[in-house]
């Protein structure tokens, strides 16, 4: 069963600068490797990671350049910045208090509530 779409919106962020800090990629690629890497749980559009590159690239998170491919193709690589490290680094921090309190929440282990 794949998760419902609302619940990869809010983590699209997170999950392409964790791609990123493993390499630079172009577009097709991350779409390849993430649908890969989560046995085909998670796909993105075109229509959906190329907006949210370009965010990130003004935001200085990421950088792109173009690079021909084997083929002759021009591809535009997108590399992952300093800045966009430490942004890394907090979306996985919000990540882990995020799914830990729906964890809690979920499977009864949260606070008892007044």
């Given amino acids: 069963m794949k998760p419902d779409k609302s619940l990869l919106s809010g983590s699209t962020t997170l999950l392409i600068l964790s ?40 935001e200085k998170a990421v950088t792109s350049y173009e690079k021909e491919a084997p083929s002759g193709r021009k591809r535009k690589y997108y590399h992952i910045t300093k800045k966009g490290l430490r942004l890394l680094d907090e979306k996985k921090a919000e990540w882990q208090v995020f799914s830990e309190k729906v964890n809690a929440i979920v499977t009864g282990t949260a606070g008892a509530m007044a």
């Fill in 19 to 58: 791609l990123l800090s493993g390499g630079d990629m172009y577009g097709y690629e991350m779409i390849s490797q993430l649908e890969a890497r989560s046995d085909h749980t998670f796909t993105l559009k075109e229509g959906t990671l190329y907006p949210i590159l370009h965010g990130l690239e003004n």
